[in-house]
């Protein structure tokens, strides 16, 4: 008996026209590859919602694995908004953690002391 035929641990995979496992032997995918089809062709039988999540996980893994981010120069940035660092630093000046503007002469705490002044007589 082939192992593809017998299933152990629930029978999840029995009534599929092709088991996920010989799909991902037969095209030699990669571990990452072959639980993402996994997850995705099992979840309406186990797992539900979790199992496309998992599923998710594997190609968020593969996403990095294969097609790393390289993150932009500061130049890039500016260039990809159609400005120059100059005309950034003047149309948004610095603002503080709650995304605020904050006068550049004015000191974090002197700052932080006239928000919470300003938020107590609201």
Same mark, same amino acid.
């Given at each position: 008996?082939?192992?593809?035929?017998? #299933?152990?641990?629930?029978?999840?995979?029995?009534?599929?026209?092709? #088991?996920?496992?010989? +799909?991902?032997?037969?095209?030699?995918?990669? +571990? @990452?590859?072959?639980?993402?089809? %996994?997850?995705?062709? &099992?979840? %309406?039988?186990?797992? =539900? &919602? #979790?199992?496309?999540?998992? @599923?998710?996980?594997?190609?968020?893994?593969?996403?990095?694995?294969?097609?790393?981010?390289?993150?932009? $120069?500061? =130049?890039?940035?500016?260039?990809? @908004?159609?400005? $120059?660092? =100059? =005309?950034?630093?003047? $149309?948004?000046?610095?603002?503080?953690?709650?995304?605020?503007?904050?006068?550049?002469? $004015?000191?974090?705490?002197?700052?932080?002391?006239?928000? %919470?002044?300003?938020?107590?007589?609201?």
């Amino acid at each position: 008996m082939s192992a593809y035929k017998k #299933q152990i641990g629930g029978s999840h995979y029995k009534n599929m026209k092709i #088991q996920p496992s010989k +799909f991902i032997n037969d095209n030699k995918l990669l +571990f @990452a590859e072959g639980n993402a089809i %996994k997850y995705i062709c &099992r979840h %309406k039988q186990k797992g =539900e &919602r #979790q199992d496309l999540e998992k @599923a998710k996980h594997y190609i968020d893994m593969i996403l990095e694995r294969d097609y790393p981010l390289i993150p932009m $120069t500061e =130049e890039e940035e500016y260039r990809n @908004a159609g400005i $120059t660092k =100059e =005309e950034a630093e003047r $149309t948004y000046p610095p603002q503080n953690s709650w995304g605020m503007i904050k006068p550049s002469e $004015t000191s974090n705490k002197d700052w932080i002391k006239g928000y %919470k002044e300003w938020k107590n007589k609201s």
